[in-house]
């Protein structure tokens, strides 16, 4: 039994929502991170019953101020508030409501969101810019060559970070998203296109646990900053992030007219809306199918 009563800090009650209410998925591990981030130093040692309005509100400010990274230095975006004020505080407290620690719950005005799509001009020669680039860059070096041909596929960094030699299955030419390791929290498998296959194997390793393994730590890998940072000097795309590869090959489709559910399912979505708002029910096997066939012609028109 939990020992909740109305002396308990936002911080024990976080503890006790992520312990007991949540899956254990990377999704709450996301949410952990920010919450560790935003609200355990701020308000977290206050009793729950004790958090007003205004302590909520100049975190808030805060935030919108001064972020804490170097790409939010001048403060986090509308988005960034939104997802800490009704993806993680919000439920928190509903959980202390729920088990009768506090009677209301405060407002949760959250900024206006101003997101919109990134328009990527010439996207179909700039996917085949990145696919030549990518493959002379680490013609000798499979480890990267594989891993940024699995963002270029439409994979998300996390996706890529934890997939594992299980997770392939070259006999039936696929790899599969463990739905712990992706978005939606939902298994999905993919067709593994023959680039990516043929880079995978000749990867000098033992082939078991983790793929992209840090070559010091043995374990997940963190982001590749040097290495992305050499790969879009050579093929001249400053803006390139990991999740801009994705920008890149949904635009590259969109101007062969690919179908939005062909879209969607490659890219990992279930939500339709999610890729005609913001990037342009899934059959992820027989969309990817579709989606590299496209990137084939793409890359080596």
């Known amino acids: 039994m939990s020992d909740f009563n109305i002396n308990s800090t936002l911080n024990h009650i976080a503890q006790e929502y992520f312990d007991k209410k949540c899956e254990q998925t990377a999704w709450t591990k996301a949410r952990r991170e920010n919450y560790a981030l935003y609200w355990e130093k701020s308000i977290g040692n206050k009793k729950v019953r004790d958090i007003r309005q205004i302590h909520i509100d100049t975190v808030k400010t805060q935030m919108m101020k001064k972020g804490h990274s170097k790409q939010s230095e001048n403060g986090v975006s509308p988005r960034t508030v939104k997802k800490t004020l009704v993806q993680v ?26 997101r919109q799509k990134k328009i990527v001009n010439d996207a179909g020669t700039k996917l085949a810019t990145l696919y030549q680039t990518t493959m002379s860059l680490y013609a000798e070096d499979p480890f990267y060559r594989a891993l940024f041909l699995f963002a270029l596929y439409g994979r998300r960094w996390n996706e890529i970070r934890t997939l594992q030699w299980s997770d392939i299955d070259y006999l039936n030419g696929t790899y599969t998203i463990r739905a712990e390791n992706n978005k939606i929290n939902m298994t999905q498998t993919y067709e593994l296109a023959s680039p990516i296959a043929e880079a995978l194997s000749v990867i000098k390793d033992d082939n078991r646990g983790l793929i992209f393994k ?67 029910s899934a059959n992820h096997i027989k969309a990817s199918k579709e989606a590299n066939i496209m990137i084939d012609k793409l890359t080596h028109k």
């Open 214 to 280: 840090s070559p010091t730590t043995g374990r997940e890998l963190y982001p590749p900053k040097r290495q992305l940072a050499k790969l879009k000097e050579a093929a001249n795309i400053p803006e390139l992030t990991m999740h801009y590869f994705r920008h890149i090959l949904v635009s590259a489709m969109g101007e062969l007219g690919t179908a939005t559910t062909v879209l969607s399912a490659s890219l990992g979505h279930v939500n339709l809306d999610t890729v005609n708002n913001f990037y342009l």
């Open 89 to 114: 505080l919000k439920p928190i407290l509903e959980y202390a409501k729920a088990n009768k620690i506090i009677d209301d719950l405060p407002t949760f005005d959250v900024p206006k969101q101003t």
